[in-house]
């Protein structure tokens, strides 16, 4: 249930593994999208984000079926029987139709990380300068890596939560708050 805006940032921690859902082989028959927070609370920016986010289902159906109608003949005429030309057709025609889907549909997704990629990982996304998204995955993983392994993790967060916060003129000056948020998340 994240977006693929978000799976362009963790990506971006190489020591770890991922398994993504395919937007090549798993056809969007129901969008799904995630939604920025900012954008939810403005009535205005709301009903333009939904609209061009059914735009952009309405728009990935339609390729798709014309592109499958296209491919389903083809195959067809190349002697694949029915049931298998449709599949074929279908897995064509949404390979090319996922290009207008947005980064703000949604994907689910398995990562596995090490403790050494987990504590880099928590340094730097769980900083009130990440993005929002990626920060409040970064604080749920957090919860869950404390749960199991306290010793381990028990310094784990931001890094004004073990000291100075590195960020200079660019800090969010709330190293306070953001102490006593991780220091609760440990209770």
């Not at 996304?125 to 970064?138: D, F, K, P, T, Y």
């Not at 660019?170 to 440990?186: P, T």
Request: with cysteine.
């Amino acid at each position: 249930g994240v977006s693929r805006a978000f799976l362009a940032q963790i990506t971006r921690h190489r020591l770890a593994s991922y398994s993504v859902q395919s937007q090549r082989y798993v056809k969007e028959h129901n969008m799904e999208y995630v939604t920025p927070p900012e954008i939810a609370e403005n009535e205005e920016a709301l009903k333009i984000y939904n609209d061009a986010m059914q735009s952009a289902a309405d728009t990935y159906l339609k390729l798709s079926q014309i592109l499958e109608e296209k491919h389903y003949k083809t195959f067809l005429q190349k002697g694949l029987d029915e049931k298998s030309a449709k599949r074929s057709a279908e897995k064509q025609a949404i390979e090319d139709a996922r290009f207008v889907l947005p980064n703000a549909c949604d994907t689910k997704m398995i990562v596995t990380m090490n403790a050494r990629s987990l504590q880099n990982f928590f340094t730097h996304r769980c900083c009130n300068r990440a993005q929002w998204e990626i920060r409040e995955v970064a604080k749920q993983m957090l919860a869950l890596c404390l749960e199991v392994a306290p010793n381990i993790f028990k310094k784990a967060g931001p890094p004004c939560f073990r000291g100075a916060c590195p960020e200079g003129k660019m800090s969010c000056g709330l190293a306070k708050e953001v102490r006593e948020e991780y220091q609760n998340l440990r209770k």
